[in-house]
């Protein structure tokens, strides 16, 4: 079974051991960092929840020969959660913090996301840095086809398990149970903790995690493949984390965002072989990341 802890404390074990490269690549056993020549903006990215470096790389298609349009990523070994502590935003972004300044990388244009989990952490991260009004104050968010709402996330899981249609949608269903009883207990019995861990609860409308995000660009992308979904693991819409996203969207819009989107993709979720698969780095279409981070 996949480790569910991990201590905020060991971000800082390696980040003073980092090997500089002429070519501008710094890579650690946490973060690998891409430096472009010429920066225009920065690119932080959060993996999804049993994934790393290698992962994002190998997945995320649109990373490829970035730093030669400007822009310099800082790819992230931070996974295994579905939330943080106040005591891991605060870990998180000092962190961050000591590896933009030992590499002097300009604090200014920072856009913050993540896959699926990571997606998560983007969120819960940058709504903290606005929050506390920290050196690090990201432009923009990303989040890629992430579950949002720990509650319907957890009722979601017991749902997997009790239609036994898919073996890989069981096994993620007991795990997630096991791992939210053993964390946060059942939401039937502690909805106030998954109204503080959770980037956005559908059931109460809170915006208690999104609301020092609604004046920085954000783009929330999924591919709500309906026919993929029901033929391989019979969910509807409203069992999508793209159900969670819509709901996070609207939310935002009545708090006043104005530089939010929400993206439906259609036939873009593939993984790094081909295979089809609409939960995916790959929902992201290249040059339009592009164009949105550096207009």
Same mark, same amino acid.
């Given at each position: 079974?996949?480790?569910?802890?991990?201590?905020?404390?060991?971000?800082?074990?390696?980040?003073?051991?980092?090997?500089?490269?002429?070519?501008?690549?710094?890579?650690?056993?946490?973060?690998?960092?891409?430096?472009?020549?010429?920066?225009?903006?920065?690119?932080?990215?959060?993996?999804?929840?049993?994934?790393?470096?290698?992962?994002?790389?190998?997945?995320?298609?649109?990373?490829?020969?970035?730093?030669?349009?400007?822009?310099?990523?800082?790819?992230?070994?931070?996974?295994?959660?579905?939330?943080?502590?106040?005591?891991?935003?605060?870990?998180?972004?000092?962190?961050?913090?000591?590896?933009?300044?030992?590499?002097?990388?300009?604090?200014?244009?920072?856009?913050?996301?993540?896959?699926?989990?990571?997606?998560?952490?983007?969120?819960?991260?940058?709504?903290?840095?606005?929050?506390?009004?920290?050196?690090?104050?990201?432009?923009?968010?990303? =989040?890629?086809?992430?579950?949002?709402?720990?509650?319907? *996330?957890?009722?979601?899981?017991?749902?997997? =398990?009790?239609?036994?249609?898919?073996?890989?949608?069981? /096994?993620?269903?007991?795990?997630?149970?096991?791992?939210?009883?053993?964390?946060?207990?059942?939401?039937?019995?502690?909805?106030?903790?998954?109204?503080?861990?959770?980037?956005?609860?559908?059931?109460?409308?809170?915006?208690?995690?999104? %609301?020092? =995000?609604?004046?920085?660009?954000?783009?929330?992308?999924?591919?709500?493949?309906?026919?993929?979904?029901?033929?391989?693991?019979?969910?509807?819409? /409203? %069992?999508?984390?793209?159900?969670?996203?819509?709901?996070?969207?609207?939310? *935002? *819009?009545?708090?006043?965002?104005?530089?939010?989107?929400?993206?439906?993709?259609?036939?873009?979720?593939?993984?790094?072989?081909?295979?089809?698969?609409?939960?995916?780095?790959?929902?992201?279409?290249?040059?339009?990341?592009?164009?949105?981070?550096?207009?």
């Amino acid at each position: 079974m996949i480790q569910t802890k991990r201590f905020a404390g060991a971000l800082f074990a390696f980040l003073f051991f980092m090997n500089g490269h002429a070519n501008g690549l710094i890579k650690e056993k946490l973060y690998e960092l891409n430096i472009a020549p010429k920066q225009k903006a920065v690119l932080i990215l959060f993996p999804c929840f049993p994934c790393n470096i290698e992962n994002t790389k190998n997945e995320a298609q649109f990373l490829k020969n970035l730093k030669q349009e400007g822009i310099t990523t800082l790819l992230l070994n931070y996974n295994m959660k579905l939330y943080l502590s106040e005591s891991e935003k605060k870990e998180y972004s000092l962190a961050l913090n000591s590896i933009f300044d030992r590499n002097k990388i300009a604090k200014e244009n920072i856009f913050i996301g993540g896959f699926s989990s990571g997606g998560n952490l983007a969120l819960l991260l940058s709504n903290y840095l606005i929050q506390t009004k920290n050196a690090i104050q990201p432009k923009g968010l990303v =989040v890629v086809d992430s579950p949002l709402d720990l509650e319907r *996330l957890y009722d979601g899981a017991q749902d997997d =398990v009790k239609k036994n249609v898919s073996e890989e949608a069981v /096994e993620e269903g007991n795990y997630l149970i096991q791992l939210f009883n053993d964390d946060l207990g059942n939401p039937k019995d502690n909805i106030e903790t998954y109204k503080k861990m959770s980037p956005y609860l559908v059931s109460s409308d809170s915006k208690v995690n999104i %609301e020092y =995000v609604k004046d920085i660009k954000i783009r929330l992308y999924c591919e709500p493949d309906l026919e993929w979904y029901w033929t391989n693991k019979k969910r509807t819409y /409203e %069992e999508l984390n793209a159900f969670h996203l819509e709901k996070t969207y609207h939310s *935002l *819009l009545n708090l006043g965002a104005e530089k939010v989107e929400f993206i439906k993709t259609s036939n873009r979720g593939f993984d790094g072989k081909g295979n089809k698969k609409p939960h995916s780095w790959n929902l992201i279409e290249r040059e339009d990341l592009i164009k949105w981070i550096l207009n």
